[in-house]
């Protein structure tokens, strides 16, 4: 069974770091691409990156560009979001899913940015 | 950068009912689209892939289709468990771009 699960959410004031966390199990992580979309509360789903299997291709939403790292360690099956400079704006649950079908969604990780 | 643009934003429909939601792509995305429906507190569900194929597990009575740059989702005979908030996304080109989102609710 395919399974997905994000931690290291919390509550972080604005400016601070915070790194994300995926944990796959149940498919080779490393034959696909993964992705980070988030949700800020009562709002729609926006795109945040996504990277290849291989590391090799890494995309990002303007509005993160900059500041958040995407990154994957097949070894530990582990997606990973490096999130700097956090703002108020980047307050959401933030899902991971797999590969370009977005079949697989994880439950999420709530991340508030406050101070 | 790729605009999807969803309409309703809102959808009042009764048990039965035939709904349509719409995304219009600002550019040629070709079938890169696909629709999600989410529930409060839930993971969003992919529901189609690749504008017009149903995605594992999801009840015949969803479909979706295109013409030209307008993609649609539609829901036959409407059931409860159908009502939330439905999605599209656009996976043409980076940055991948969602719609604002419909929600269907009972009338």
């Known amino acids: 069974e395919v399974q997905l699960v994000e931690s290291g959410g919390g509550l972080v004031q604005p400016g601070r770091s915070l790194k994300l966390s995926c944990l796959a199990s149940?498919?080779?992580?490393?034959?696909?691409?993964m992705n980070w979309i988030r949700q800020a509360p009562g709002k729609g789903l926006e795109w945040v990156a996504s990277i290849s299997s291989s590391s090799s291709y890494i995309y990002y939403a303007d509005t993160v560009k900059g500041r958040f790292t995407i990154s994957r360690d097949n070894a530990k099956n582990t997606l990973y979001l490096q999130m700097t400079s956090l703002r108020s704006e980047d307050t959401a649950l933030y899902y991971c899913?797999?590969?370009?079908?977005?079949?697989?969604w994880g439950q999420g990780t709530l991340v508030t940015v406050s101070s | 950068d790729i605009q999807m643009t969803q309409s309703p934003s809102s959808l009042p429909a009764s048990l039965g009912d035939r709904v349509t939601i719409t995304c219009r792509a600002s550019?040629?995305?070709?079938?890169?689209l696909r629709w999600f429906q989410q529930k409060p507190g839930k993971s969003p569900r992919l529901m189609i892939y690749?504008?017009?194929n149903l995605a594992a597990g999801v009840p015949s009575r969803f479909s979706g289709s295109r013409s030209g740059s307008d993609y649609s989702l539609t829901i036959n005979s409407l059931e409860s468990e159908d009502m939330a908030i439905y999605y599209c996304?656009?996976?043409?080109?980076?940055?991948?771009?969602f719609g604002s989102g419909t929600k269907l609710e009972i009338k």
């Open positions: 690749g504008a017009t």
């Open positions: 550019q040629d995305i070709g079938n890169y």
């Open positions: 899913a797999r590969g370009g079908s977005y079949y697989y």
């Open positions: 996304l656009q996976h043409n080109e980076y940055p991948l771009t």
């Open positions: 149940g498919f080779t992580f490393s034959n696909y691409g």
